[in-house]
């Protein structure tokens, strides 16, 4: 492991008079597992996205095996091997799965003008098989599929182009424990193969683990690089935001601690082909943790409680109203919040402003005599909830999609902490944000439990249930498999136990 | 190996195959057509009847497809309208001067090079495509006033092709020309790089850019394809017409509601089979509802299109059915 495949000198990008990659030096060697991380907004991404020639660089240089390397486009990384999974990206929900992994370059299966989509589909297949992904049903639409399902489309593709150097932006957070496990094991088989692979993630401690060594950004610059075996999760914390950050953000207690008034009472919750006899209650100021698999149901259970999908059974009743919740808008109106883990697509208004994200929920509070609206009430609401939560921006009226992930999850979670809560759920809420952003989320949940708030957390990182539920409750196969006491034996390895 | 499953996998297996669902909607239209035939009193199964309706879908058939790759790429074209009624008006006048090449050359230039043409303003000057849409549109129906009489006037005029001229628009040969356009259609949409990128455009344009695709030549491409389907609509149309009404005021927009009506259909449908199949279905089911309605003497213009729309919600509510999410 000595001889570089990518170099990178001095490389500087500007999006206006935002300077997000500042004089960048930066090398990965061959067979190397080299680790990128740094807040949001730090330029990992931008940084990646030179790279894999989606922007273009406004100057140094880049050298791919010891040549000059200037990508006009990213089939021209493809082209030089270097291919990208990128995080907010996505596939194309009107094109079949099989499209999607060669899209872009259906030209190699065209003879006479016409795709053979047969062939297309065998070698999509041969791909997935190859790098022993998840089987995906390749004939359908993308449309729908679960952004698990979405993601490992995305890493096919990527490893369809049989990538020298293979860029991963933040993926392990879309996958559950079993997947991610998988990826574990490609990015060791691509290490013995002699390829290499940049990893963005904000688990700190995942980092450490898959990498050989970590460079870290901060504010677009390079702040340090450490080698993977000799660092420690603090040591890169620190460096990410230039100072001292505790190693302990979750709960330090292990009792759990909640009151014993009942908030919501589920029961025998069926939707069909997706949970099964789901039943439990959640108190005031408990944190219900929710884990399992990735065919487990778990993030179903959210969209159902709160009326988003169809139930086939069962019943979703708030005790403190006495009423059934049927769908999303009785839920609203009853002091209820789901924060989804597809925050682009189904919780964020992403074209419009962060003002009109964060009132939107807020409205009927706001509205005055004949439902009119004053725009001062909306803009303070937004204004105080921006302050409040540290959204970085330029004002209230930017738009969501310009806002780096964490931000964006930072409005996502906003908007419903306006509102007088009764029941929050939360569906990965800390899924692609960076420490710093992680450990005020988790400080909000306990303040939010404080106050008697109930909380269903439903997580694919089982050392965040772990650290933040009172009581979890494992599923399996769309059903609940057992339920564990933050008091009993509350450690990842029982979790599993009762997992698989 | 454990699979990952899609949320469609809550659907029931029966429903999933489009084959079975295909034979379904056969036998429903099937059942409608000895529904309306007992209403009529055995007018509506009648021969001549069936030849009229079969005839009468072919333009709007090849309209829809041309809008079925428009939509595809997120783009509206309100100035469709226009472009067939120029396309109609040069088939009858470069008919009637040079006959039958006159005929297909004059429609299917016209249609070919206007839509190619408004796809070029919508690529290179950003504008919404469904104002772009509207100005062009204004522009068309003047420019074949003008041609017609050398004037601008708001009044009707009328152009008509010689009989003789006529052949498309009567049977077998329009059904083979349907039968063609089907298999050029659904192999453009389905079976080509092209017509892959054009959906990928529509799907996802940020997806489609980071990939490679080019987006200003497959836009373009989109333009040359519809642009040939409409030309061709505008042949047949003259073929059945017989006759072009030209007129100012953005009247030419109506000439594309049943085509539009027939896309919106087939949008519903396009979940359980595909779009390309879907529109000759939908518009078969279209045509027989205004037929019947014309038998039973309902005024069009009125009191017809009333019952489209009824028809149009009551389909998309049973085309809905066991399907999560709406139809946009």
Redesign the interface.
């Known amino acids: 492991m000595s001889e570089n495949i990518l170099e990178i000198k001095g490389l500087n990008k500007y999006f206006g008079t935002t300077h997000a990659n500042k004089n960048i030096d930066f090398s990965v060697k061959k067979g190397e597992i080299k680790g990128l991380i740094g807040e949001n907004g730090s330029g990992k991404s931008t940084l990646l996205s030179q790279i894999a020639g ?1 922007y273009p660089r406004d100057s140094g240089r880049m050298l791919l095996n010891g040549r000059e390397y200037d990508p006009q ?4 990384a ?1 082209n030089c091997g270097i291919s990208m999974v ?1 995080q907010e ?7 079949p799965a099989g ?1 999607n992994v060669f ?5 190699q299966f ?1 003879r006479n ?3 053979n ?1 047969k062939a297309l589909n065998k070698a999509a297949a041969e791909q997935f098989a190859k790098w ?1 992904l ?4 390749l004939n ?1 639409l ?5 952004i ?2 979405r993601k ?1 489309i995305e890493l096919a593709r990527a490893l369809s182009v049989d990538p020298q150097l293979l860029l991963l932006d933040e993926i392990t957070q879309s996958l559950s424990m ?2 991610r496990n998988r990826l574990y094991d490609l990015l060791k088989r691509l290490k013995a193969m002699g390829r290499s692979v940049i990893v963005i993630t904000h688990d700190v401690e995942e980092l450490i683990q898959i990498t050989d060594s970590i460079t870290v950004l901060r504010d677009g610059a390079v702040v340090g690089e450490v080698l993977s075996a000799k660092t420690s999760p603090d040591e890169i914390k620190r460096m990410m935001v230039g100072r001292e950050i505790s190693g302990e953000y979750y709960r330090a207690d292990m009792k759990p601690d909640y009151r014993n008034k009942v908030v919501l009472s589920v029961k025998n919750l069926l ?4 949970i099964e006899d789901v039943s439990f209650d959640v108190h005031e100021g408990e944190i219900l943790g929710l884990c399992g ?3 487990s149901g778990i993030h179903a259970v959210g969209k159902a409680i709160y009326g988003l ?2 139930r086939s059974g069962g019943t979703v009743h708030l005790v403190a109203k006495g009423l059934d919740i049927k769908n999303s808008t009785m839920a609203l109106k009853n002091n209820m919040a789901y924060v989804p883990k597809d925050r682009d697509n189904e919780a964020l208004m992403i074209n419009a402003s962060i003002l009109d994200n964060l009132s939107m929920p807020s409205l009927s509070e706001l509205q005055g005599k004949f439902g009119y609206i004053a725009p001062r009430k909306t803009k303070r609401l937004a204004s105080d909830m921006t302050k409040k939560l540290s959204i970085k921006c330029t004002d209230i009226n930017q738009t969501v999609n310009t806002l780096s992930g964490g931000n964006k999850q930072k409005v996502n979670l906003g908007r419903w902490l306006a509102k007088d809560l009764k029941l929050l759920i939360l569906d990965c809420p800390t899924r692609g944000v960076d420490v710093g952003v992680k450990a005020y989320i988790y400080s909000l949940m306990k303040e939010l439990k404080k106050e008697g708030i109930a909380i269903i957390l439903i997580s694919d990182e089982l050392p965040e249930v772990l650290g933040m539920a009172d009581r979890l409750i494992v599923m399996k196969g769309g059903r609940v498999a057992g339920i564990i006491r933050r008091d009993e034996d509350f450690t990842e390895h029982s979790v599993i136990g009762v997992m698989i | 190996m454990q699979p990952l499953q899609s949320t469609q996998d809550s659907i029931k297996k029966i429903n999933q195959n489009p084959l079975i669902f295909f034979l379904m909607l056969i036998a429903i239209i099937a059942a409608f057509a000895v529904f309306f035939n007992f209403v009529t009193g055995g007018d509506f199964l009648e021969r001549t009847n069936v030849t009229v309706i079969i005839s009468h879908i072919v333009w709007p058939t090849f309209v829809a497809w041309g809008i079925c790759f428009l939509f595809a790429c997120g783009y509206t074209d309100l100035s469709i309208g226009a472009i067939i009624v120029l396309g109609s008006f040069a088939t009858c006048i470069f008919g009637n001067w040079y006959g039958y090449p006159g005929v297909m050359l004059g429609g299917l230039i016209v249609g070919t090079l206007l839509t190619f043409l408004n796809f070029n303003v919508f690529a290179f000057t950003e504008i919404p495509s469904w104002i772009a849409g509207i100005s062009l549109a204004m522009i068309y129906e003047a420019v074949a006033v003008f041609l017609k009489v050398g004037k601008s006037t708001a009044d009707l005029i009328y152009a008509e092709i010689d009989k003789s001229l006529r052949i498309l628009g009567r049977l077998p040969w329009s059904i083979i020309l349907l039968a063609a356009g089907f298999v050029a259609a659904y192999i453009i949409y389905n079976r080509t790089t092209v017509g892959l990128n054009i959906r990928a455009i529509g799907g996802n344009k940020e997806v489609a850019k980071a990939l490679g695709i080019n987006i200003v030549k497959t836009l373009l491409w989109v333009g040359l394809i519809s642009g040939i389907f409409i030309g061709i609509a505008s042949i047949v149309q003259e073929s059945v017409a017989g006759r072009t009404t030209v007129r100012t005021g953005l009247t030419s927009i109506y000439v594309v509601f049943q085509p539009l009506a027939i896309v919106l259909l087939a949008q519903i449908l396009q979940k359980r089979i595909n779009i390309i199949i879907a529109v000759p279905i939908c518009a078969v089911l279209i045509y027989a509802v205004f037929n019947l309605l014309t038998i039973l003497g309902v005024p069009s213009g009125t009191l017809q299109e009333a019952f489209l729309g009824a028809f149009l919600i009551l389909f998309g509510i049973i085309g809905q059915r066991g399907y999560k999410g709406v139809v946009k």
């Open positions: 989606l486009s990213p089939i021209d493809n990128m990206l996505g596939v194309v929900g009107t094109l499209v899209l872009g370059r259906t030209s065209t003008g016409i795709v989509l022993d998840p089987k995906v049903p359908e993308t449309d729908g599929m679960m698990e399902t490992i079993n997947n939707v069909e082909n997706e698999l990735s065919d999908t169809r």
